[in-house]
């Protein structure tokens, strides 16, 4: 009797990919300007960067400074370090939404570093910095 073909293996899952980030600091700039109110317009003066940049920057496009980022950060009321841990936040949670995993859960023998962010408040428009607390663990 004639031996049959083994079936061809099933193609591995690819692994997820993770976001660039770029994508991940322009959206935290977005929710950012969305969740005060504020317009591109009104940010982009204030941190003296175009308007279309701006967009760009928010959109993911462009691969803004760190220079353009701390200006377009401080004129939302965030400090560089409070943009940066924001969009850590980002990153470590969609990465682990692509892998199927909960917070601190899988096999690595590493211990995944933490962030957390509380919100003091947001300021209304116009009266000044948002504040958010912002605590790393590791």
């Known amino acids: 009797m004639p031996l049959r073909p083994a079936a061809p293996a099933a193609p591995a899952e690819p692994a ?7 994508d991940l600091v ?30 760009e920057v928010e959109r993911g496009r462009k691969e803004a400074s760190s220079e353009v980022l701390a200006a377009a950060a401080h004129a939302l009321g965030l400090g560089l370090g409070d943009l940066l841990g924001l969009t850590y936040h980002e990153l470590t949670a969609g990465t682990r939404r692509a892998r199927g995993r909960g917070h601190g859960t899988g096999a690595s023998s590493v211990a995944e570093p933490r962030a957390s962010v509380a919100y003091v408040g947001t300021a209304p428009r116009g009266s000044g910095p948002a504040r958010a607390r912002l605590s790393l663990a590791a």
């Not at 997820?16 to 770029?22: Q, V």
């Not at 977005?30 to 940049?53: G, N």
């Open 26 to 55: 322009g959206a935290v700039l977005r929710r950012e300007r969305l969740a005060q109110e504020r317009t591109l317009k009104d940010v982009a003066d204030a941190a003296r960067i175009s308007v279309p940049y701006l967009s």
């Open 16 to 22: 997820p990919k993770e976001p660039l980030w770029r």
